[in-house]
């Protein structure tokens, strides 16, 4: 046990240093998401040795239904509101929420949910070795 106690200290030590830091690296991976303006792009180090990357990811469909489009969304989801929801989007037998979606209502209800749902997701923020 003792070996492990000094483990878990060690790993402390690196927690405690990681969250003193954390606001900083969050600033600077908002940074680079807003210089990539909604792309994919790369920067390298002055150096050249790392390149800081950020990839978009596609838009996200939101985990709860936002009170301002609640009746909508219940509305164009008709008779198959339960099939599509329960107390969050649910994909049901499909793969995804949207094809579930897609296969319950008629494509013109299915693009009004979607549309009220979907997110903006946020970009991966990684570096890598050049």
């Known amino acids: 046990m003792l070996a492990k106690a000094d483990r878990f200290a060690q790993l402390h030590k690196i927690k405690t240093a ?18 990539a303006f909604d792309q994919n792009a790369d920067f ?13 990811k596609p838009d996200k469909i939101l985990a709860v239904v936002p009170d301002e489009h609640l009746e909508a969304v219940v509305k164009m989801s008709g008779e198959h509101v339960w099939d599509m929801y329960h107390l969050h989007p649910w994909k049901g037998d499909e793969r995804s929420f949207e094809l579930n979606v897609l296969k319950l209502r008629p494509k013109r209800d299915a693009n009004g949910i979607f549309a009220r749902l979907k997110a903006k997701a946020t970009a991966f923020v990684q570096l890598f070795r050049s």
């Open 18 to 35: 990681w969250e003193s830091v954390m606001g900083e690296y969050r600033a600077l991976q908002d940074d680079f998401r807003g210089e």
């Open 44 to 56: 390298k180090t002055s150096d050249g040795l790392w390149v800081v990357r950020v990839t978009q």
